[in-house]
């Protein structure tokens, strides 16, 4: 599976970015995709992940009402709606794809990950 995050940017506190996450490759609907984020001097953090079959969602607890994970089978693609923007969201956000069904937070549990796409949030 390839994997190609896009839709970063600089942005002002408060506001917002779409990021997108197109897969290739094997077959789509077998994975729970997952979008992870580094700042620097920290480790890489578990975002947000959805499963493929049923839309089920987990979300952080510090995105929770401002940040959505969606996907579009048909496409191919994973979406990261970003509201309500704050300066320590400011990171290298990656998208990963998970062989098996189950969701989990773990980064280990990630089999294929994308180069990642660059968000940066003014104050």
């Known amino acids: 599976v390839q994997l190609q995050a896009s839709g970063g940017g600089l942005v002002q506190a408060g506001g917002s970015l779409r990021l997108s996450c197109a897969a290739s490759g094997r077959t789509f609907s077998s994975y729970v995709m997952g979008w992870f984020r580094q700042a620097p001097g920290k480790e890489r953090e578990f975002v947000a992940a959805i499963r493929r079959s049923d839309g089920y969602t987990v979300h952080a607890d510090f995105v929770k009402g401002r940040f959505t994970i969606s996907r579009d089978n048909a496409k191919n693609a994973l979406y990261l709606q970003m509201n309500s923007l704050k300066p320590e969201d400011t990171a290298v956000y990656y998208c990963?794809?998970?062989?098996?069904?189950?969701?989990?937070?773990?980064?280990?549990?990630?089999?294929?990950w994308g180069q990642g796409t660059q968000v940066t949030v003014s104050s």
């Open positions: 990963a794809a998970r062989k098996f069904l189950s969701v989990t937070t773990s980064n280990s549990g990630y089999d294929y």
